[in-house]
Nanobody
Framework: QVQLVESGGGLVQAGGSLRLSCAASGRGFGSLVMGWFRQAPGKEREFVAALSWSTGSTYYADSVKGRFTVSRDNAKNTVYVQMNSLKPEDTAVYYC?????????????????WGQGTQVTVSS
């Protein structure tokens, strides 16, 4: 069982930055793929970015490529997403999730573990 706890959300003006954190605990998370998803009101949950905990490989949605960066701190068992040049359309609840493989890494259904979510609001 893996537990995930997000933090770092908040209100920011367009063009600003935020860093979200996802603290992981439990058994076996070191071999997992960590994903970030977001869900805006009335919309489906969408993939944002993913990181392989073991290799450090990353993958980004086109909508955030060049603006968002995922990273990990093995000593703290924490994954981050640094979000720069934020836009109002980035407003959503952001979720951290963990999957057992890189297969279909952009698909929410592949992720077995989810955090509670953290709200990000970008004002224009």
């Amino acid at each position: 069982q893996v537990q995930l706890v997000e933090s770092g959300g908040g209100l920011v003006q367009a063009g600003g930055s935020l860093r979200l954190s996802c603290a992981a605990s439990g058994r076996g998370f070191g071999s997992l793929v960590m994903g970030w998803f977001r869900q805006a009101p009335g919309k489906e949950r969408e993939f944002v970015a993913a990181l392989s905990w073991s290799t450090g490989s990353t993958y980004y949605a086109d909508s955030v490529k060049g603006r968002f960066t995922v990273s990990r701190d093995n000593a703290k068992n924490t994954v981050y997403v640094q979000m720069n040049s934020l836009k109002p359309e980035d407003t959503a609840v952001y979720y951290c999730a963990a999957a057992k493989s890189w297969f279909l890494v952009t698909t929410a259904g592949q992720y077995a573990y989810w955090g509670q979510g953290t709200q990000v609001t970008v004002s224009s």
